[in-house]
């Protein structure tokens, strides 16, 4: 059998189970330690990664906006607006001349009362609808009423505007009436 016997002044304690926890909480301490740097370390990995990319997006970015600048100062150039000036009238001449012309005098020839002559047209193409400028000669003021009336109540003309009206001064003209006038073109 064996005897304890202790002679120290103070007695033995057993810090056994302090050790014990001291070490499980310092291993949990080094665990999240650990966790919290790897979580540091992949968040620093993602954020750079975004930085790369936002950094590639800003350099395409500054590439089309340089771009875009040398765009603008090449149609800015006066040669450059000439010539898209001149194809611009190249089209419009190439409109002009597939302008229905014979669908227009059908719908002149159902409207034109006796006495009434036609004797100016010019279509324009205005945001995106055909507008006539008309001159019309008219031998009395009632053959004048009864085209005006015509051409308005006419399912192919609309927003007819009179811009002016005159009379001739010269004697043996056959048209007593002259009148000036606005009317968009729907062929239809």
């Not at 304890?4 to 056994?16: F, G, K, Q, W």
């Not at 031998?139 to 009379?167: I, N, Y």
């Not at 004697?171 to 062929?187: F, K, M």
Request: a positive charge; hydrophobic letters at 45%.
């Amino acid at each position: 059998m064996r005897i304890r016997l202790n002679l120290a002044t103070s007695p033995l304690e057993n810090d056994r189970r302090f050790n014990f926890g001291a070490g499980i909480l310092v291993l949990v301490g080094v665990l999240a330690l650990l966790g919290l740097t790897w979580r540091a370390y992949s968040v620093r990995r993602i954020d750079e990664a975004r930085r790369l990319e936002l950094a590639k997006v800003e350099r395409e970015v500054a590439q089309l906006t340089r771009q875009r600048s040398e765009l603008e100062a090449y149609f800015d150039d006066p040669k450059v607006l000439e010539i898209r000036d001149r194809s611009a009238f190249f089209n419009s001449l190439i409109q002009e001349r597939s302008f229905p012309w014979t669908r227009i005098f059908m719908d002149f020839e159902n409207i034109l009362p006796e006495g009434v002559r036609i004797v100016n047209i010019a279509p324009r193409l205005v945001k995106g609808h055909v507008e006539l400028h008309l001159l019309v000669g008219a031998m009395t003021d009632e053959a004048r009423l009864k085209f005006l009336r015509a051409l308005e109540g006419s399912r192919s003309f609309s927003h007819v505007a009179v811009m002016s009206e005159s009379r001739p001064q010269r004697q043996g003209d056959t048209d007593h009436v002259y009148l000036e006038l606005i009317a968009w073109y729907a062929a239809g």
